[in-house]
């Protein structure tokens, strides 16, 4: 759940401190006119992060409908790019 994202992104945050390196974070937020649809939307939103983000990124649901992503070692400008690619 949401309390597990939020640990994780605790640790991202203090380990970019330490070691002086960016951290970024794209929270979203998926919606759909009916249930089946919304279920549709997400599943299709999960493989698409799962095919695009790096294997130290850390995918997380931080509410029913709001989905967040950190990206470790990213700043601004190539957080940005990552976004648009993935939305």
Excluded: W
């Excluded at 309390?3 to 994780?8: A, M, N, Q, T």
């Excluded at 997380?60 to 940005?80: C, E, K, L, N």
Aim: zero cysteines; aromatic letters at 8%.
């Amino acid at each position: 759940g949401s309390k597990g994202f939020y640990e994780k992104l605790l640790v991202e945050v203090s380990r970019a401190r330490r070691i002086d390196l960016p951290v970024s974070v794209l929270t979203f937020v998926v919606t759909g006119k009916d249930a089946d649809e919304f279920n549709r939307t997400t599943q299709l939103v999960a493989k698409v992060l799962k095919r695009f983000t790096r294997v130290t990124d850390v995918i997380g649901s931080v509410s029913d409908q709001q989905f967040s992503v950190i990206f470790p070692h990213t700043a601004g400008s190539p957080s940005a790019q990552k976004a648009a690619r993935l939305l």
